[in-house]
């Protein structure tokens, strides 16, 4: 996970249309998708088709897009299509890059000066669909709180913003990517994460999610999966009948319906 840097108004709306990702003023854009675009990662990727660029008319390109600020502050698009060969980048020797790119390891943690010669530490990961580095102010990752109501530690937490793997009381293992859509890789193929956010609580249900590194992944969530789901579903239902819902429930409910 990693937090929103950016809201639906920021969205280049105009440069989506474009590329035929809006019809009638809607988004047509898979609800994980558009929540990496505004926590500053990028899509999965997709196909586009008859795309007119500088004149030219492009019948068809695969490519995952994210968002940035330019200069003036703009929101912008930035496309990430397929590229023949590795793309380098200046914080990584080339022995660093050849190991990520090579998948001998799933990711690096580094000690760098920024372009506005301010040090910070970022996590390098390398995306083999693109044959691009991305990198990650590791500052602008959130630990979750819990996972499956089990609370994480100030110890797992910081490992958890370091790339690291983590694993909870229940034998649930997890580990912050950006080459998920989803932000985030476990041995589990669900499970519950809580963020607290502005006095309140955030649920997220996650499905579907992808494997760690070199490990295999267990099928059954686990019974505490189970549980806060259960408990969660009682909460929501509660709410409902007084007439009312909680931030945490309408994160909760916009996250499982999907």
């Known amino acids: ?14 440069a989506l249309k474009k590329l035929g ?3 009638n003023g809607v988004l047509i854009l898979d ?4 929540k990496a675009l505004l926590s500053g990662r990028r899509t999965d990727m997709l196909r586009l ?24 502050g703009i929101v ?15 914080y990584l020797t080339d022995t660093e890059a050849e190991r990520l790119a090579r ?3 799933v990711n690096l943690q580094k000690s760098v000066y920024d372009d506005k010669g301010r040090k910070i530490e970022v996590l390098i990961e390398f995306d083999k669909d693109t044959n691009e580095f991305i990198i990650t102010d590791t500052e602008r ?10 609370p994480l530690t100030p110890e797992q937490k910081e490992r958890y913003r370091k790339g690291k793997e983590v694993e909870t009381a229940d034998g649930t293992t997890i580990q912050y990517t950006a080459n998920e859509k989803q932000g985030i890789r476990s041995d589990r193929l669900a499970l519950i994460a809580s963020i607290l956010i502005d006095g309140g609580v955030s649920y997220l249900l996650f499905k579907g999610l992808n494997a ?5 992944q267990k099928k059954e969530p686990g019974a505490n999966y189970h549980k806060t789901l259960a408990d969660i579903s009682k909460t929501e239902a509660a709410a409902s009948a007084k007439g009312y819902t909680t931030d945490a429930d309408e994160e909760y409910t916009e996250t499982i319906s999907r």
């Not at 996970?1 to 105009?14: G, V």
């Not at 088709?49 to 003036?72: P, T, Y």
């Open 1 to 14: 996970m990693i937090r929103q840097i950016y809201s639906k108004q920021d969205l280049p709306m105009k």
């Open 21 to 23: 990702l809006v019809n």
């Open 31 to 34: 609800q994980d998708d558009l």
């Open 49 to 72: 088709e008859k795309l007119e660029f500088q004149g030219m008319v492009i019948d068809l390109l695969d490519v995952k897009l994210s968002l940035a600020r330019n200069e003036a």
């Open 76 to 90: 912008e698009l930035k496309f990430h299509p397929i590229n023949k060969e590795p793309k380098a980048s200046k």
């Open 103 to 105: 998948g001998k390891v």
């Open 141 to 150: 990752i959130l630990a979750p709180d819990s996972i499956n109501g089990i």
């Open 212 to 216: 760690l590194f070199n490990k295999p």
